[in-house]
């Protein structure tokens, strides 16, 4: 897919976001911190992430990085990726994006921004999601419970009206392969109504995958080998 986005133009595009003021200073002052993005990397398995941390000592700054120099700079966090695709059919062949940019290391504190300043979310959700169509991976995993939220497999409908939409995919479980494929998109969805172009993508959600059991991984990349062998699912199990 070619939607007309680039590194160069998410550089500018995260500028203008995050030039957003909050009123609430525990907000604004995570915000005047800058933003981190990876560059944008065309592969067939997606990771995503949450947001960046800022750990003690960081350089309050803007910028994007490379992530297959990430892995050998940081391999707490990201050589995860690659290894948990290792003797699949998608092995080698892997991007990672976080949904959003601002730097926190407490990842609670979205909650605050949820609160207070979601239209600061709801910016970087919209940047996030043409990244991800540009990318057009085969298979998407969401590595971590917190961003599962925002593709909406979590939302629900009360009197006031459905609450937890964001992205707001509406998903069908594939019972042969343990996964969730994007069926459709509630009507509430941050996105523009002709926005569908991830509507039959295979999605795993799963948790944070530092933190995951050798025996949890095991599974899941067994999960993984399935699912690569069958590299139509996501043109047919939707529907």
């Known amino acids: ?139 998407i995993i969401v590595c971590n419970s917190g961003a599962s939220d925002f593709f909406g497999i979590n939302k629900w409908e009360n009197k006031k009206g459905w609450q937890n939409v964001w992205f707001g995919y509406d998903f069908e479980f594939n019972e042969n392969f343990g996964i969730d494929i994007i069926k459709s998109k509630n009507e509430n969805s941050i996105l523009d109504s002709e926005d569908n172009f991830l509507i039959g993508k295979p999605i795993l959600f799963t948790s944070t995958l530092t933190y995951m059991a050798k025996f949890d991984k095991r599974r899941l990349n067994w999960q993984i080998k399935m699912i690569a062998k069958n590299r139509e699912l996501n043109k047919h199990c939707a529907m």
Request: aromatic share 14%; net charge neutral.
């Open 1 to 139: 897919m070619d939607n007309g986005i680039n590194d160069k133009i998410v550089f500018q595009e995260l500028n203008k976001i995050f030039s957003y003021q909050s009123s609430i200073e525990r907000n604004d002052k995570i915000i005047k911190r800058g933003f981190v993005c990876s560059q944008i990397k065309k592969e067939k398995v997606l990771f995503v992430g949450i947001n960046p941390s800022f750990p003690s000592g960081s350089k309050i700054e803007s910028f994007q990085y490379n992530i297959d120099k990430a892995v050998y700079e940081y391999p707490h966090h990201y050589s995860k990726f690659p290894d948990l695709i290792k003797e699949t059919d998608f092995s080698e062949s892997w991007s990672y994006i976080d949904l959003f940019q601002f730097r926190e290391t407490d990842q609670k504190k979205v909650g605050n921004f949820i609160k207070s300043d979601p239209q600061f979310l709801v910016s970087q959700l919209r940047l996030t999601h043409k990244i991800i169509c540009e990318i057009n991976p085969e298979l």
